[in-house]
């Protein structure tokens, strides 16, 4: 089972509306089916994000150069079965929640 973060920054926060809750995947393992129905919008330099173009659901968190994907567990129908371990980015969350569920919590993403 894929590990669960929760990113707490200001660029998911304003995407999402919350923290933004997503699994990393290799791109060489995911099928993509409906892909013309996403739009692809570069929020920085180094990463594009994916929507759905009907509805404008966020679903992807994409670095290009990179060889995994972000899959936001959000955009999801059913259960995932997926928990959350560990929270990033934690100094920029917003003050209007408390993150009080016990999983480890960083200032950045640990190990990139």
Known sequence: MPRA???HCSRCRKVTGNF???VDVKKADLIIHGDDRLTWYFSSEDVRRGFCSICGAPMFFDPPAADWI???????DGPTGTKIAEHVFVGDKGDYYDIC???PQFETVPGR
Do not use: P
Not at 70 to 76: E, H, I, N, S
């Open 70 to 76: 972000g899959l936001m567990l959000g955009a999801f």
């Open 20 to 22: 933004e809750v997503g």
């Open 5 to 7: 973060t929760a990113c």
């Open 101 to 103: 569920d016990g999983v």
